[in-house]
C-alpha cells in the first residue's frame, strides 16, 4: 500500500462521524452545548466561592467569632483537593453510593 493512502485511510478514520466533522471545522456551532459545558464549569466553581469569601464576610457582618469563621473556611478544603480524590472516585466505586 502506498504511504499517501495510509495517511488518508488514517486522516479519515480519525472522524468518521459528520457530525464530529462539521464540529470539528466549527466550534462555536453548537451553542447549546457550549453554553451548557459554561454553565456546568461555572456551577462547579460556585460552592467554592459562596463557602469562601462570601460565607466570612456575611459572618463578620454579623458579628460571629473570628476562630469560629477560620473553622468554617476549612469546608472549601474538598474543592481545593478535588483534583487529588476526583479521579479515585472515577476509577472505583465507593461503599454505598451504588
Given at each position: 500500500m502506498p504511504a499517501s493512502s495510509i495517511q488518508a485511510s488514517s486522516a479519515a478514520g480519525l472522524c468518521e462521524n459528520?457530525?464530529?466533522t462539521h464540529f470539528l471545522a466549527n466550534p462555536l456551532?453548537?451553542?447549546r452545548a457550549l453554553?451548557?459545558?459554561a454553565m456546568l464549569g461555572f456551577f462547579s466553581g460556585l460552592p467554592l466561592a459562596l463557602s469562601g469569601s462570601t460565607l466570612q464576610a456575611w459572618l463578620?457582618?454579623?458579628g460571629v467569632d473570628l476562630?469560629?469563621?477560620g473553622a468554617l473556611?476549612?469546608?472549601g478544603w474538598p474543592y481545593l483537593l478535588k483534583f487529588l480524590w476526583a479521579p479515585m472516585l472515577d476509577r472505583w466505586q465507593p461503599l454505598g453510593l451504588g
Open positions: 459528520p457530525d464530529m456551532s453548537d451553542r453554553v451548557a459545558v463578620t457582618v454579623a476562630k469560629t469563621i473556611s476549612l469546608v
